[in-house]
């Protein structure tokens, strides 16, 4: 079994080498139990070594939301959302809001992990984590946090060495309070000179929707968010790419009939923004929106009931 | 007497048994929320109070409000509870147990039974995300009242 929710789906990455990473979650008998599963194709995909589990803790708890990661030279970063120590606080008569973020690593080429670490308790329990890798060929992640009495603010880390995370850093200050499942993480991109772009959604009274920031320091500050999308048609799921000065965010957005991709591009880092772009639309269900590139080239990629899987070169947009 | 007992309890286990067959056969099934459900909800109760639930699964805290929920609605009849569960219909059967196990087989229940959320998550609400629980309340003559995220029905003062 595999989890495949919108917020909870499997993971595929090459590197430098051609080599081919999964990750998956793999549900448990009980809902919200899971572990978390990775495996390796050397050969391009024709074959691959048997799926390894992450988590070195292996009660029937969950172990979900994985998110994957791997650098230039091969090296593997899974970080997921991690139960292990909710179940020990609870046993003890305690309370815990959400869970913890795991991380685990695996060196180039090989078929076991690290022992796991844990980089935060408290984040939020049903929200995909944010994963990109850094110049240095480090993760960064960024996810959904619990502060104080539930107020649903994102947390960002960065790492020193890939078993030594930095302290992890407040990066949304909407100050969302809601004893609730948002079923809506961030997303992250790191630009080859360094700059970390973040987007997110909140739902704070008066601040609501899509946001945007950047950080110049390895994730330390972050640029005033700017919001972004239409929240009186749900935008939502947004998602964000960085190729050199060129950014671009998607997300979705519903008016009552058809669902809208749309996307808006910075041609100078995050400083100023293009208007957004309709690139396409449905009338039925949809997947979230992801936005994928290769050497040349960004893509949205999008899967519809109607029409399918989409793979959409997203062209210049006309200039404001 | 030996004689005499043999039969009734036989006829007990088998008043019991069809008892539980009967209370199985007899609990309420999710209705198919589907484009226009949420309006016939409102239509069908608008003469009184009313309070709906949007809720899954899948959502932690949701799980943890049904029992408070159920316990609360139980003890204020004269307010109609709704109950909408997000998941679809492929875990109807996985949403009637959770419903039975926290004592609301007998709520008025509808499941999400399109695929295209975005529309049926729009009828409801279109300033709604889909953050999970999500609850109104319905007083005639007057605006629903949103209530987001899960509720404290202890601390509710009657």
């Known amino acids: 079994m595999i989890s495949a929710r919108g917020e909870n789906r499997p993971k595929i990455k090459v590197d430098g080498q051609g080599r081919v990473h999964v990750s998956w979650s793999k549900p448990l008998a009980k809902r919200f139990t899971g572990d978390i599963r990775y495996s390796r194709s050397d050969d391009g995909g024709q074959s691959f070594i048997n799926p390894v589990t ?211 591009q910075s041609n100078d880092g995050g400083n100023s923004w293009r208007l957004p772009e309709a690139v396409s639309s449905t009338g039925n269900a949809s997947d979230h929106p992801l936005l994928i590139k290769n050497d040349r080239q960004v893509f949205l990629s999008w899967q519809t009931a109607n029409e399918g899987y989409h793979l959409i070169a997203i062209e210049e947009a006309p200039v404001q | 007497m030996r004689h005499k007992h043999t039969p009734s309890i036989f006829s007990l286990m088998l008043l019991i048994a069809a008892s539980l067959l009967s209370s199985n056969s007899l609990a309420a099934s999710s209705r198919d929320f589907v484009q226009g459900s949420y309006a016939q909800i409102i239509e069908t109760h608008k003469t009184h109070v009313f309070f709906v639930s949007l809720w899954s699964i899948d959502c932690p805290p949701c799980r943890e409000e049904l029992p408070e929920m159920a316990a609360y609605f139980s003890s204020h009849p004269e307010i109609s509870l709704v109950l909408i569960s997000t998941d679809g219909k492929d875990l109807a059967t996985e949403v009637e147990h959770v419903l039975q196990q926290n004592g609301l087989a007998d709520a008025e229940s509808w499941i999400f039974a399109e695929d295209f959320v975005e529309r049926l998550r729009y009828e409801v609400d279109n300033t709604w995300h889909g953050e999970l629980p999500t609850s109104y309340f319905y007083s005639p003559g007057q605006s629903r009242q949103r209530i987001r995220g899960r509720i404290n029905f202890k601390g509710i003062d009657d």
């Open chain 1, 54 to 264: 992450v988590n070195d803790n292996r009660d029937p708890i969950g172990h979900r939301f994985d998110s994957l990661g791997v650098n230039d030279e091969g090296r593997v970063y899974i970080a997921w959302l991690d139960k292990r120590d909710r179940e020990t606080v609870e046993q003890q008569g305690g309370s815990y809001s959400g869970a913890a973020l795991y991380y685990s690593y695996a060196e180039p080429g090989a078929d076991t992990f690290e022992p796991n670490i844990k980089i935060a308790d408290n984040s939020c329990e049903c929200c995909r984590i944010a994963l990109d890798i850094d110049p240095h060929g480090l993760p960064v992640l960024m996810w959904r946090h619990v502060y104080g009495d539930n107020i649903r603010d994102h947390a960002l880390v960065s790492f020193l060495s890939p078993g030594k995370p930095d302290t992890p850093v407040r990066v949304s200050h909407e100050q969302w309070q809601i004893d609730a499942c948002p079923h809506h993480g961030p997303a992250l991109s790191i630009s080859k000179e360094g700059r970390y772009h973040a987007v997110w959604f909140n739902d704070a009274e008066d601040k609501q929707g899509l946001f945007y920031a950047y950080s110049e320091d390895n994730g330390q500050s972050y640029s005033p968010a700017i919001n972004f999308g239409d929240y009186t048609k749900t935008a939502a799921h947004p998602y964000v790419i960085a190729v050199g000065n060129k950014v671009y965010l998607s997300w979705k957005e519903f008016d009552g009939k058809e669902t809208q991709i749309l996307v808006q």
